[in-house]
């Protein structure tokens, strides 16, 4: 492969061949990422699932109840099973997709979202600012994750809502750090100082010119942080802190199938499977998010 | 050497007051009265009062953690609301089988880690790579409490080999720390084949093959070291990985630890034991954090005076 360096303008092509810009170039590195295009896919498909879910469901995942089928193995009627209670599962692991997925996103994007304008800010001013962000940071990070995400269940009360909120709260620091250190070493550029001698404002110079330098780090970071957010989120609602039953949420799904283990595994495996393939899809996305974002590695 | 060591172990102490300050707000921050909360749900205005009264609720916030500080210097952490016996008694009888699952876990994750991510690395992008990055990526995407479940279920039940619950002979300790150090091994491979793959790049080692070094003492001695460093780094931060995951893990093995005790306290609303347990394990984050960044100054000889 050629090596693309050059600046725009001698690099400007002649007519009709492609222009590489950054993003034609992660696309084509990314694609040859063939494990991460088939996680990216699936990932897709999970999310119509999930906003589809209620139209899918061939039963209620909560109010239907078949007690002639008690702890079921898979069959044509129940594609999965039916559990203890009588319940169908594939329609409560479809149901399911929407909890966990909305898990992971939502508390993933609102640590994001806050430890990033922190860590821009704490990077860009420094300070006694940067301090008591990075003071904070380390404290937070003093703390076990899911020690932390219990602390506010304790405080606010065991339900998914505060898992999310939770899961948020122990992401912040991760990204304030990420951030920060990336802004450190961007805001000392050239392209910088050109920018601030034309007069652009503090904000501009911010969220224009530095935070899309940050952009790949917290994309790769943010999508293995889901993974992490939604086996997080599964756990706790497996000890009893988070979803509460009847809800089909993959680790509540879990914790009320350990009774029935040895009479229907069948009940635990199809969620753990569900929880597994998520994450791992995430994971594997991350992995080749990083490398085809990584300017060091160009695959032969 | 020495230097150093002191200068860790000031600097942890600021770390050490927040998180105190953390724990002890944590009461204040909770929806309703804490003396409400103590004296339980049927107590008249009087009992509350005086509750409120003996626990020193009435005063100034800074003169109340005054008291918490000197209190918690005493190993004083407060009684149990379920219980009403004493914070410390009830944590030190969970504390060691914790501390022994999260250690035991931490040793053979680590071996196993390292092991793999060598091997993985001088065999890059052949099978052996191949199939143990597979692994490790598997690893830190299965669930915990499902391997867990899993696990008692071949190996507990169907097999019989090994009991399932409980804490008290060392065959009790393999699946729990099995359940809990899987995750670890597998970042700890990926991290250290990173590692490793990014220094077996680098010119010195060309040097050293170059100059005829046989490949053993390439690996080990000049490559190993030096993809150490960032190793040791990523160990600490597992530590406190290994120590969230064994509340779930305790839960899955209904192991008599300080995680099953945490569940059941925030379950049960006991303040001053979560508040406990939370102080402790915080403490013990740090502090292991403190020994790494410690053995890092040892391997590392850059940083060992400053």
Redesign the interface.
Known sequence: MTQVTSSPIESLPPKRERIRTPMTEFIRKFRKQHLAVVAALFILALVIIAILAPWIVPFDPEEYFDYDRINQAPSVLHWLGVDSLGRDIFSRIVMGTRISLAAGFISVALGAIVGTVLGLLAGYYEGWWERIVM?IS??LL??????LA??V???LG?SMVNVVIAVAVFSIPAFARLVRGNTLSLKNMTYIEAVRSIGASDFTILFKHILPGTISPILVYGTMRI?TSI?TA??LS????GAQPPTPEW?AM?NE??SD??LA?HV?IF??LA??LT??AF??LG?GLRDALDPKIDRQ | MFSYLVKRIIGMI??LV??CV?VFL?VH???GDPARLAAGPEADAETVQNIRKELGLDLPLPQQFGHYLLNLSQGDLGTSLRTKRPVLAEIGARFMPTLILTLTSMVWSVIFGLVIGVVSAVWRNRWPDRLFMTLA??G???????LG??L??IFA?NLGWLPSVGATSWQHYILPSITLGAAVAAIMARFTRASFVEVIQEDFVRTARAKGLSEKVVIVKHTLRNALIPVVTMMGLQF??L???S??VE?VFGWPGMGTL??DA??A?D?PV?QGL?LL??FE??LINMIVDVLYGIINPTIRYR
Do not use: E, H, K, W
Not at chain 2, 140 to 146: E, G, L, V
């Open positions: 003071r380390d404290v003093a703390f076990p994750g899911i020690l219990i602390g269940i304790a405080v065991p993974g086996i599964a756990s497996f000890i009893g802190l680790g879990l199938a350990r283990m040895v595994p635990a969620p753990s929880i597994f994450v791992l994971n594997l992995d | 600021p770390t927040l998180v953390v944590f921050m909770l929806p990526v598997s830190i995407s299965f669930p915990p409490f499902a479940m899993i008692i279920q039940v406190g990985f120590l969230g995951g509340i779930v839960t945490l569940v925030v379950t609303r303040y979560i939370v394990f915080s984050f740090i």
